[in-house]
């Protein structure tokens, strides 16, 4: 039942309906989605254990392979119809925060994804999948990705909002900042603390980020119209920020002019280390699969963020369940994340055989069609 509340969510967000190999290809991502919501481990083995046919393992195990393999299967077709009405929904506050960071995923692949950022939660956009066991990406890939992002952004919404885009030290590339002011972003990104800075393009007089400290009893500096770096990239606006809470200080670069705003926003990019670790070990396990081709993951991916999507989305449909006390202590649901007691409702309505509506009114209005 569960496959088909799948189909039924996929199939309402389609512009036109889908026949022929399209539906077929359609029929075998919801089985996909569904396996892997029950089985929380990306193995094509788990996967294939939990898909809804009568067929051999094996015959399930290549379906799923010729899926996954598959020239048709692509964002445009499989991801981006399910993603467009939530990224109109955020749009209409005002702003869209986006956040921009890498993992490891397979067997030596590395993913680089933006998000964007949604009630202390990162919702998947936009990836890239390489073949390296660890390390960063290189600045003109983070470029490529956001120009996709920015590319999408144009073609799914029609309100004036504001795009602000967060990364951490791999990110604080001239290239990729020069971008942002391109597109009509703005932006933050941490910066290292030996960060070349100076007031002027000849890069005269200058310093080290690490020794333009605020004055005795404030804690935070605001350097405005700063050029950084050998290149003399600028202007720039520098914030160096140290709450007492933390260890070390931040170091940011943005073209914000406010240095409260800045640390504000850049600590939201963080939610997109928690969607990581949702897809990985706290969630399905995207860090175990032995796939070890860029494509293959690139196309689990399509189908472990629409498991993600759905998880996070059914989070308010299982606060309000009857039988919300059947599958968490209800003194302890606040200690739930969203992903997690999202995840826990829709295990226990699969296993209890329970419809499944996916109406998202709460969260997303365009979502769910209301």
Not at 361 to 369: R, V
């Given at each position: 039942?569960?496959?088909?509340?799948?189909?039924?969510?996929?199939?309402k967000?389609q512009?036109?309906?889908?026949k022929?190999n399209?539906?077929?290809?359609?029929?075998?991502?919801?089985?996909?989605v569904?396996?892997?919501?029950?089985?929380?481990?990306?193995?094509?083995?788990?996967?294939g254990k939990?898909?809804?046919?009568?067929?051999?393992?094996?015959?399930r195990?290549k379906r799923?392979?010729?899926?996954?393999?598959n020239k048709?299967?692509?964002t445009?077709?499989?991801?981006?119809?399910?993603?467009?009405?939530?990224?109109?929904?955020?749009?209409k506050?005002?702003?869209?925060?986006?956040?921009?960071?890498?993992?490891?995923?397979?067997?030596?692949?590395m993913c680089?994804?933006?998000?964007?950022?949604?009630?202390?939660r990162a919702?998947p956009?936009?990836?890239?999948?390489?073949?390296?066991?660890?390390?960063h990406?290189?600045?003109?890939m983070?470029?490529?990705?956001?120009?996709?992002?920015?590319?999408?952004?144009?073609s799914?919404?029609?309100d004036?909002?504001?795009?602000?885009?967060l990364?951490?030290?791999?990110f604080d590339?001239?290239?990729?900042?020069?971008?942002?002011?391109?597109?009509?972003?703005?932006?933050?990104f941490?910066?290292?603390?030996?960060?070349?800075i100076?007031?002027n393009?000849?890069?005269q007089?200058g310093?080290?980020?690490d020794?333009m400290?605020?004055?005795p009893g404030?804690?935070h500096?605001f350097?405005?119209g700063m050029?950084?770096?050998?290149?003399?990239?600028?202007e720039?606006?520098v914030?160096?920020?140290h709450?007492?809470?933390y260890?070390?200080?931040?170091?940011?670069?943005?073209?914000?002019?406010h240095?409260p705003?800045?640390?504000?926003l850049?600590r939201?990019?963080?939610?997109?280390e928690?969607?990581?670790a949702?897809?990985?070990s706290?969630?399905f396990?995207?860090e175990?699969?032995?796939i070890?081709?860029?494509?293959?993951?690139?196309?689990?991916?399509?189908?472990?963020?629409?498991?993600?999507i759905q998880?996070?989305?059914?989070e308010?449909?299982a606060?309000?369940?009857p039988?919300?006390?059947?599958?968490?202590r209800?003194?302890?649901?606040?200690?739930?994340?969203?992903?997690?007691?999202?995840?826990?409702g829709?295990?226990?309505?699969i296993?209890h055989?329970?419809?499944i509506?996916?109406?998202?009114s709460k969260?997303?209005?365009?979502?769910?069609?209301?």
């Amino acid at each position: 039942m569960f496959c088909k509340d799948v189909k039924n969510w996929l199939l309402k967000h389609q512009e036109t309906p889908p026949k022929g190999n399209s539906l077929r290809r359609l029929n075998t991502l919801a089985g996909l989605v569904a396996a892997l919501t029950r089985a929380e481990r990306a193995s094509l083995k788990a996967i294939g254990k939990q898909m809804e046919d009568h067929t051999d393992l094996e015959s399930r195990i290549k379906r799923a392979k010729r899926w996954l393999n598959n020239k048709w299967t692509d964002t445009e077709s499989h991801f981006i119809p399910y993603i467009k009405p939530i990224l109109r929904s955020l749009a209409k506050s005002g702003e869209l925060i986006l956040a921009v960071d890498g993992s490891t995923m397979g067997k030596a692949c590395m993913c680089l994804m933006v998000s964007a950022i949604w009630r202390n939660r990162a919702i998947p956009i936009c990836w890239v999948v390489r073949k390296a066991p660890k390390g960063h990406f290189p600045q003109q890939m983070h470029v490529e990705l956001v120009r996709m992002v920015d590319m999408l952004l144009k073609s799914v919404i029609e309100d004036n909002y504001r795009t602000v885009l967060l990364g951490d030290g791999e990110f604080d590339g001239s290239d990729l900042q020069q971008a942002c002011l391109d597109f009509g972003w703005d932006y933050v990104f941490k910066t290292a603390k030996d960060t070349f800075i100076a007031d002027n393009p000849e890069m005269q007089h200058g310093g080290r980020i690490d020794e333009m400290l605020p004055q005795p009893g404030h804690n935070h500096l605001f350097l405005p119209g700063m050029y950084i770096t050998k290149q003399a990239y600028g202007e720039v606006n520098v914030v160096y920020w140290h709450n007492r809470k933390y260890k070390n200080p931040l170091y940011l670069l943005t073209n914000l002019e406010h240095a409260p705003q800045v640390e504000r926003l850049y600590r939201k990019r963080y939610f997109i280390e928690t969607l990581f670790a949702d897809l990985k070990s706290r969630g399905f396990n995207m860090e175990w699969t032995k796939i070890g081709k860029p494509l293959t993951i690139f196309n689990l991916l399509i189908v472990a963020c629409l498991a993600y999507i759905q998880t996070i989305l059914f989070e308010f449909d299982a606060r309000i369940s009857p039988f919300l006390g059947r599958f968490c202590r209800k003194d302890r649901v606040d200690d739930l994340s969203v992903f997690q007691l999202g995840l826990q409702g829709l295990l226990y309505y699969i296993s209890h055989d329970l419809q499944i509506s996916f109406q998202f009114s709460k969260n997303f209005p365009e979502f769910s069609g209301d």
